[in-house]
Nanobody, 124 residues
Framework: QVHLVESGGGLVQAGGSLRLSCAAS????????TTWFRQAPGKEREFVAG???????YYSDSVKGRFTISRENAKNTVYLQMHSLKAEDTAVYYC??????????????????WGQGTQVTVSS
């Protein structure tokens, strides 16, 4: 079983920066995709950014150019560096992981493992 734990959330002012971490433990596989999703109250969970086993990255149009996803394999940790934060970025951020799949990387239904989430609040 894979356990995912997010950290790094908090309260920041608009225009500020924050780095989220997703640490994985347990029996992880070598071929996987790790993705960040977020969910605001009353809204559906939405794709934010993902990184696959080869290092390929994917971004939502709403965060492209502001957020960067990266990975440190030795630490089994995926990061989400967020810059130029906006009030619209306020949400609970979750990391999720799946094994090799031809499914839609942007769909939350494609992921087998989820963290507990970390709150990001951006004040205007």
């Amino acid at each position: 079983q894979v356990h995912l734990v997010e950290s790094g959330g908090g309260l920041v002012q608009a225009g500020g920066s924050l780095r989220l971490s997703c640490a994985a433990s347990g029996r992880t596989s070598s071929v996987y995709t790790t993705t960040w999703f977020r969910q605001a109250p009353g809204k559906e969970r939405e794709f934010v950014a993902g990184i696959n086993w080869s290092g390929g990255t994917y971004y939502s149009d709403s965060v492209k150019g502001r957020f960067t996803i990266s990975r440190e394999n030795a630490k089994n940790t995926v990061y989400l560096q967020m810059h130029s934060l906006k009030a619209e970025d306020t949400a609970v951020y979750y990391c999720a992981r799946r094994g090799y799949s031809n499914g839609d990387i942007y769909s939350s239904q494609q992921y087998d493992y989820w963290g507990q989430g970390t709150q990001v609040t951006v004040s205007s």
